[in-house]
Nanobody, 124 residues
């Protein structure tokens, strides 16, 4: 069983930056593909970014490409999401997810573990 705990959310003005962290329990973190998803009020959960087990391969949603960066530190069992040039439409609850496979994937249904989420609010 893997437990994921997100942190780093908050309120920021448009154009600002935030860095989200996701701390994972367990000794097999380095073998997991990891992803970030988000869900805005009244909308379905959507893919944001994913990273493979080594950090050597990443995938981004078109809406965040060039503004967000996903990374991981396997020694710290942590995955990060650096968010720059934030827009009001980035406002959502952001979730971290882990899958028992090494590759980076954008589909939510291939992830086995989910965190509770952290709120990101971007004011205009």
């Amino acid at each position: 069983q893997v437990q994921l705990v997100e942190s780093g959310g908050g309120l920021v003005q448009a154009g600002g930056s935030l860095r989200l962290s996701c701390a994972a329990s367990g000794r097999t973190f380095s073998s997991y593909g990891m992803g970030w998803f988000r869900q805005a009020p009244g909308k379905e959960r959507e893919f944001v970014a994913a990273i493979n087990w080594s950090g050597g391969s990443t995938v981004y949603a078109a809406s965040v490409k060039g503004r967000f960066t996903i990374s991981r530190d396997n020694a710290k069992n942590t995955v990060y999401l650096q968010m720059n040039s934030l827009k009001p439409e980035d406002t959502a609850v952001y979730f971290c997810a882990a899958r028992q496979a090494r590759t980076a994937q954008s589909r939510a249904d291939v992830y086995d573990y989910w965190g509770q989420g952290t709120q990101v609010t971007v004011s205009s």
